[in-house]
């Protein structure tokens, strides 16, 4: 009876902490010795054990502000990272337990650190220990995946930087194994808005490539300072969430004109709207990434920008259909009445052609107005062939062959006075030149190799 007054008491003075300090008491086996900091939810503290171990004890209470599906996530953080506790770029659980209502987690202690959002409060970071800190967490969000864990709420604040500049990845509180339930039971959406990918603002199913999404836009505020979405000047949560569902980020090269091209592929891959077009696994992105530091080709390419419009046309198209199809249908009938008047002055051409006996252009006209004479049709076929042929190695990494095929490519546009596709063609080799790193040749030695 007596140890049940004691308990009493004690919960009782927890539930009125912000008078009553907790240091000096004990929770558990578990003595506590100052304060760290708190949440929205839980609370960290100091604390020691009797052999002197120091660690972080999260402490979360039960009330009638706080349900039980609150307490319930907070035992799936302890689950999981007890779980999770064998990996270095993973926050080490010691112990988890609970005494009256305080329910803790006893947690490794990075005394002389500070999270990466403190971090990035000085600027932004070097390309390479952004790419460090992208890869370890990579590491880490892989061998979660591995084990079932989708951490859902990955962001700078959740992500502590020891003394020795190691980053730790803690805070599992919106964790959940793969195919449960995304949602609360009301619905409400869980996770931090500037850091979510499109799909979970919207309540859909998440899954380890969420979590990608979310380390893609770390890396960008990494390597840029900024993030690519945030809440403007009169702004509301639910226009950010808007933002990212439908419009496309911008390039960190905007922010940071030192990104390379094959690095600015990467950052670009990971923030993709679609699931299905960002890296597949957080083991890719670590591959990409490692291959970068190497100088080796990756696997991301930045989209083009007809894939660019492409998808916001085909995110937009949701909206106002009734309005895009009234649009589409008057460009429609608008091109086909251009066509009919082009076909017109064509046979009105061509009569006087025939009349006049010139073979050559009244072969240019039959052919379809291309404004091309017959002897240039071959080298408009060698033109394609080079060109696709280019683009082909180009996708493939294989460099060399990409830009001999380009360098061939000029010279055929010289020949048909092609100025635009000739300005085109120097473009894409240069672009070639930057992401591979090759030096620079005139197109007549890549040609003779």
């Known amino acids: 009876m007596e140890e049940d007054l004691e308990k009493t008491k004690f919960d009782a003075e927890i539930k009125d902490r912000k008078t009553i300090p907790l240091i000096g ?20 503290y100091k604390a020691e054990e009797s052999d002197g171990t120091i660690v972080a004890l999260k ?34 659980v010691y112990d988890t337990g609970h005494e009256g209502i305080v329910h803790y987690i006893a947690m490794e202690c990075v005394e002389n650190g500070r999270t990466l959002a403190e971090k ?3 600027g932004r970071l070097s390309e390479s220990e952004a790419i460090e800190i992208a890869v370890q967490l990579a590491k880490a969000l892989d061998y979660a995946h591995e084990h079932g864990i989708v951490h859902r709420d990955i962001k700078p604040g959740n992500v502590m930087i020891n003394e020795f500049g190691t980053p730790l990845l803690t805070d599992f509180g919106l964790v959940k194994p793969e195919g449960k339930d995304r949602m609360t039971a009301t619905g409400a959406i869980l996770g931090t808005p500037i850091y979510m990918p499109p799909e979970q603002t919207r309540g859909e199913k998440v899954d380890m490539r969420s979590d ?29 969430m808007n933002r990212i569902r439908a419009q ?40 990409d990434l490692v291959r970068y530091t190497k100088g080796e080709p990756v696997s991301a390419r930045k989209p083009s920008i007809t894939e660019y419009f492409e998808r916001s046309f085909r995110r937009h198209l949701g909206i106002g259909l009734s309005v895009m199809s009234s649009v589409v249908l008057v460009l429609v009938i ?25 073979s050559r252009e009244l072969h240019r006209l039959k052919e379809g107005g291309t404004g091309k004479a017959p002897e240039d049709s071959a080298l408009l076929n060698e033109a ?34 092609d100025e635009q596709l000739y300005s085109q063609t120097f473009l894409d080799m240069e672009k070639i030149y930057e992401e591979s790193g090759l030096v620079k040749k005139r197109p007549e030695e890549v040609m003779s190799k």
């Open 59 to 92: 402490l979360i209470e039960e009330s009638p502000l706080i349900g039980r599906s609150i307490i319930e996530r907070f035992e799936r953080e302890a689950e999981a990272t007890k779980i999770l506790r064998k990996h270095p770029n993973i926050i080490t």
């Open 248 to 287: 496309e980020p911008a390039s960190p090269k905007k922010h940071n004109r030192k990104i390379s091209v094959r690095l600015e592929a990467i950052v670009l891959k990971a923030i993709e709207k679609s699931p299905s077009l960002r890296y597949q696994s957080a083991g890719k992105l670590l591959d």
């Open 212 to 240: 990608i999404y979310s380390l893609g836009i770390i890396l960008y505020e990494m390597l840029t300072g900024h993030v690519p979405f945030e809440v403007g000047e009169g702004e509301t949560v639910q226009d950010l």
């Open 25 to 44: 008491r004990s929770i558990g086996k578990y003595k506590v010795t100052g304060f760290l900091g708190s949440g929205a939810m839980a609370s960290v």
């Open 384 to 417: 394609r062939s080079y060109q696709k042929a280019g683009l082909k190695a180009y996708k493939e990494g294989k460099y060399e062959e990409a830009l001999k095929n380009y360098s061939r490519l000029l010279g055929v546009s010289k020949r048909l006075g």
């Open 120 to 122: 990035l409060e000085d």
């Open 334 to 358: 608008s091109l086909w009445w251009k066509r009919q008047v082009s076909i017109q002055k064509n046979q009105a051409l061509i009569t006087e052609v025939q009349k006049k006996g010139l």
